[in-house]
């Protein structure tokens, strides 16, 4: 009988010689890997075997996985567009309701809405300028405008009428903030060289305003009084002419003077027949003076 126990010579007293000897296991040899012959069974083995058993291809998936791929995938574009809209629109979502007049543009439809200007006057003293002088013109010390005053000087001017100086609509009317005092810009549509333009009048420095943003004005018609802008100046209206069309209250003197026109020139170009002045009540005593354009 065999036993556990080798030989006499290493007899130990663990091995019993009574036990017998445990079964000599057989080492089975496995066969060599071979890709399956179907399709069928190659795809399922393909997912299985190591690359260096059968060449690694892509997965094909069908049901269940196909479907949760198309899933995920349908998922990331939805994420992506709505990221990409909620990037595209996140200025129009965040824009604050309010937008302050200096920066509201008028639309295509307040622009067609205009009346159009035929002609246009001076704002102070009579229609063509003449009972006022300018004080400080156009370009002078970088000046943006025409310091128009009374011809009686120093502040006799004080709560006189300024007109406006054509038919247009009120785009601000209000205070312009330090050194401006109230603020008033009128804007302008009119014809030249076959072709509707644009323009604004600037009334700044004035004591009363007689119109409010939104207002339609005639030519001649009174909008504002002189003023000293808080007592900063001598009355005196600061006068610009500008090409823009949104209310903005600007510097006053800049060297860059692009935008802005020489309002005296411009005026004088835009005056039209004599005939057609709407003849205003010049202030007391004005009748001495000649009525010519200066
Ligand atoms: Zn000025």
Redesign the pocket.
């Known amino acids: 009988m065999a036993t556990s126990c080798p030989t006499a010579s290493n007899f130990s007293t663990r091995c019993d010689p009574m036990k017998p000897a445990p079964p000599v296991t057989r080492i089975r040899i496995l066969p060599e890997v071979q890709p399956p012959r179907t399709r069928s069974a190659r795809r399922k083995f393909v997912n299985f075997a190591p690359c260096s058993v059968f060449p690694c291809r892509p997965r094909v998936l069908r049901g269940k996985p196909m479907k949760k791929l198309v899933a995920l995938n349908v998922v990331a574009f939805a994420v992506g567009l709505v990221a990409a809209l909620w990037f595209r629109l996140w200025p129009e979502l965040t824009r604050p309701k309010y937008v302050a007049p200096a920066f509201r543009v008028p639309s295509p439809l307040d622009l067609a809405s205009l009346p159009t200007a035929v002609r246009f006057d001076f704002p102070l003293g009579s229609e063509n300028g003449a009972m006022s002088y300018n004080a400080?013109r156009f370009t002078e010390n970088r000046?943006l405008?025409?310091?128009l005053n009374g011809i009686g000087g120093e502040d006799s001017d004080l709560g006189d009428p300024i007109y406006a100086v054509a038919d247009g609509r009120v785009l601000l009317a209000r205070d312009g903030g330090p050194g401006w005092g109230n603020v008033v810009i009128v804007l302008h549509a009119y014809l030249e060289n076959g072709g509707r333009k644009y323009v604004q009048s600037f009334y700044?420095?004035v004591e009363t305003m007689l119109v409010q943003a939104g207002d339609e004005v005639r030519r001649g018609q009174q909008i504002a009084t002189v003023g000293t802008a808080d007592g900063r100046y001598p009355a005196?209206l600061?006068f610009e002419m500008r090409e823009f069309v949104t209310p903005f209250v600007g510097p006053?003197y800049r060297e860059n003077t692009r935008g802005w026109l020489d309002p005296t020139a411009f005026i004088k170009a835009h005056r039209g027949a004599p005939e057609d002045d709407v003849g205003r009540a010049l202030p007391a005593g004005s009748s001495a003076f000649p009525d010519d354009a200066n």
């Open positions: 400080q000046h405008g025409d310091d700044g420095h005196h600061h006053g």
